[in-house]
């Protein structure tokens, strides 16, 4: 039985879905940067045709990665993620660790953006869709998808190696892709709704584009 003491230190978590601004996100404006900016606007167009119905278009994205070196495509995400980081993140996770919040993220993209994002933020936990690397050269083939399924899995799993409890869970994203992670959570913001209406489904909506904007409204 709990003490007053543990009563009241119960941590907290913020789980972003998002942290990166871009065209298409990470995953395919890195492809763009490769050159495979024709084949990408085709399986965008797919997706966002299919993306309300459930996931589609990780493993054809995965696919137009085979033959890049893992190294270089680490040097391109660290300059992708220093140049399209949301404006105030740095600012906010800092003060949220202060206050002894534990700070992550989970995503669709690629591990290797996620992993580059260490270099910048002092996150607890981030996790992506790890493509197959041989001979550090990409095969095209995933190891292990992120899907919006997924997603939620992986947060159960990691609120239970910190045993949070879903009520000290928010969860911050900016598309269908990230709300499943709800379940999981206890409130779900839908920040950016300029880029994907969840109106109807997520419990708080933000209009601002800096996350400055989304503590102080909370």
């Known amino acids: ?26 995953f395919k404006d890195i492809l763009v940067v490769l050159g495979k900016e024709k084949e990408v606007k085709k399986i965008d167009e797919e997706y966002q045709k299919k993306k309300f119905k459930g996931p589609w278009g990780l493993e054809q994205l995965a696919s137009l990665y085979k033959g890049f070196s893992q190294d270089y495509l680490c040097e391109l995400a660290l300059d992708y993620c220093q140049q399209n980081l949301i404006k105030g993140t740095r600012e906010i996770i800092t003060g949220l660790k202060n206050k002894d919040f534990l700070v992550g993220a989970i995503s669709s993209n690629p591990q290797f953006v996620m992993d580059s994002l260490t270099n910048i933020l002092p996150l607890d936990f981030l996790e992506g869709t790890q ?54 959570a206890k409130i779900f913001i839908d920040f950016d709704i300029q880029k994907e209406n969840l109106q109807g489904i997520a419990r708080i909506i933000v209009e601002h584009n800096t996350l400055k904007n989304i503590f102080r409204c909370n």
């Open 1 to 26: 039985m709990k003490n007053e003491f543990e009563k009241k230190y119960e941590r907290k978590m913020i789980v972003f879905g998002t942290l990166l601004k871009g065209k298409m996100g990470a």
């Open 131 to 184: 493509l197959e690397f041989k001979e550090n050269v990409a095969t095209g083939k995933i190891q292990r998808k992120v899907d919006r399924y997924i997603k939620a899995e992986i947060l159960k799993n990691i609120r239970g190696r910190y045993k949070i409890k879903k009520e000290e869970i928010i969860v911050i994203g900016d598309s269908v892709t990230s709300f499943p992670m709800i379940r999981e």
